[in-house]
């Protein structure tokens, strides 16, 4: 099993410009998560989908943030406009989400540094 | 509110001594706790997990935890730490409910000395 899988590891982008990033859940697991983390605020939530359907996005910032899950084997966050705010560890995990086990896999995470 | 709280930002044993890092939650309900550890430039890696049931739980690498509803505490121990060991901990609550996030405490900070 190869894990959750994140690309790009690093992301580097100029201020304004969009940024995407990429996650390959574990195969079979219906939920996936994003977190972002940050040496000032630490692991915080951002978005959840179930069986691809979103279901939870009150950690997004509304404006430029977005996520899609177009089909089970990929999930993508996507920055707008981006902000040296927005520089951190985006991180990606699933979870089985059956038969009581809510344990959540997080992937090895990209690092997006805004200039 | 739901939080975590991990009081000690980093802890500091000898190779060989034994460990307890601290982590205390505020939930409304029946605790999913976790601990996951964070080696550097990786993600999180699952330690244990906690579901309603035997209080002590058992993880990987002699890692264990207990739960304690009158403390609001779910610490993790270990026997005998080894010099590998050097890796920052979190501590998280899932959020039972239509919402499945976990919630972090800031992590503590496990240096090993020789």
């Known amino acids: 099993n190869a894990g959750v899988i994140q690309t790009p590891r690093h992301k580097v982008t100029g201020k304004g410009q969009e940024a995407t990033l990429w996650c390959e859940p574990i195969?079979?697991?219906?939920?996936v998560f994003w977190y972002r983390q940050t040496i000032v605020q630490g692991l915080e939530f951002l978005t959840y989908?179930?069986?691809?359907?979103?279901?939870?996005d009150s950690g997004m910032p509304k404006e430029r943030f977005s996520a899609q899950m177009p089909n089970q084997s990929h999930s993508t966050l996507k920055i707008q406009s981006t902000q040296p705010q927005d520089s951190a560890v985006y991180l990606c995990?699933?979870?089985?989400?059956?038969?009581?086990?809510?344990?959540?896999?997080f992937g090895p995470g990209t690092r997006l540094t805004v200039l | 509110a739901q939080s975590v709280t991990q009081p000690d930002a980093r802890v500091t044993v000898s190779e060989g001594a034994s460990l307890q890092l601290r982590c205390k939650y505020s939930?409304?309900?029946?605790?999913?706790l976790f601990w996951y550890v964070q080696y550097p430039r990786q993600g999180l890696q699952l330690l244990l997990k906690y579901y309603p049931g035997d209080p002590v739980v058992q993880g990987v690498n002699g890692f264990e935890a207990e739960f304690s509803k009158s403390n609001s505490s779910f610490h993790l121990r270990k026997a005998s730490v080894h010099w590998s060991d050097w890796a920052v901990y979190f501590c998280?609550?899932?959020?039972?409910?239509?919402?499945?996030?976990?919630?972090f405490g800031l992590g503590t900070t496990l240096q090993v000395q020789p």
């Open positions: 989908f179930r069986n691809q359907a979103p279901i939870d």
């Open positions: 995990a699933s979870s089985p989400g059956l038969g009581g086990r809510l344990e959540q896999y």
């Open positions: 939930y409304f309900g029946t605790p999913y």
């Open positions: 998280a609550v899932f959020l039972t409910g239509n919402t499945g996030k976990l919630i």
């Open positions: 195969s079979g697991h219906s939920a």
